[in-house]
């Protein structure tokens, strides 16, 4: 289990052709191939500033956490999670008058992403999923048990669920019946063994390891929980195939990291 709290992440510089922006590394190395997985915060600072659209060799979730956008002609808001299956392409994403700030979650790690439809050739089938979930934030109870709901599941494992938790009140988490899971702090606060977990802040759990204790702060805490799907055959699903790839692979990125 990996613990990240927001205010110890370190900052780089993004641009790329239609502006300007930030990224917050969690976990991994941002653009480049290694073994076990990734974790940035993307803020996308300039209005009317784009992400072309595009897909990666690996599985992954997207949680808009601050502004707003769109993702193709679909609307993007706080707090909204994106999953798509590897090799499935998604965007072009879009900010508007306040840029927009995501997260990038990947159980194995990804050098880059794929230009589409330039790329189509790379796709070894037909795309997969690409769905999406909200988690409406702003409403810890005020005492009492805490809420889980359910806002998307898959027989192979995949699920995103929102906790909602009183303050001073520990939850114990489910184990995955998946793949890796992140837990991300939507809102309030985390208490992680004496450390307050702000806002913003992850929690990473590899497969086999034991669900985390969720203890909220003292304003209660609102958590969201990402659960890839199992490990199987299908491409870019499977971590350990995925780490068998030559360290010199890459793929095309427009993203450059300063």
């Known amino acids: 289990m ?3 709290s927001s205010d110890s992440i370190s900052w780089k510089t993004l641009t790329n052709e239609s502006g300007n922006g930030r990224l917050g590394v ?11 997985s990734q974790a940035f ?14 897909f ?3 599985d992954q979730f997207q949680v808009v956490v601050q502004g707003d956008g769109v993702i193709g002609k679909k609307p993007l808001r706080p707090i909204t999670a994106q999953y798509a299956d590897a090799f499935t392409p998604y965007g072009p994403i879009i900010s508007r008058d306040d840029g927009i700030s995501f997260f990038t979650l990947r159980q194995s790690a990804s050098a880059g992403h794929f230009h589409m439809p330039g790329s189509r050739d790379k796709m070894p089938g037909r795309a997969g999923r690409n769905i999406a979930a ?3 934030t702003g409403q810890i109870p005020a005492g009492g048990d805490q809420i889980r709901l359910s806002l998307q599941q898959s027989e192979d494992g995949l699920r995103m669920d929102g906790f909602r938790i009183p303050a001073n009140t520990t939850v114990a988490a489910t184990s995955s019946n998946g793949g890796c899971q992140f837990y ?3 809102g309030g606060s985390l208490i992680h063994e004496g450390q307050t977990l702000p806002m913003q802040s992850l929690i990473y759990v ?3 390891e034991d669900a985390p204790d969720l203890q909220a702060g003292p304003d209660g805490a609102e958590v969201m929980l990402l659960q890839f799907p199992r490990p199987s055959d299908r491409p870019g699903s499977n971590p350990e195939v995925l780490a068998k790839r030559t360290p010199a692979y890459t793929a095309p990125h427009t993203l450059i990291i300063d």
């Open 26 to 36: 969690y976990l991994g190395m941002p653009g480049q191939f290694h073994e076990g």
């Open 184 to 186: 991300l702090v939507c």
């Open 41 to 54: 915060l993307v803020q996308v600072l300039d209005p009317g500033g784009s992400i072309q659209p595009h």
């Open 206 to 208: 590899e497969i086999g």
């Open 134 to 136: 909200q988690f409406m």
């Open 2 to 4: 990996q613990v990240i």
């Open 56 to 58: 990666h060799d690996v």
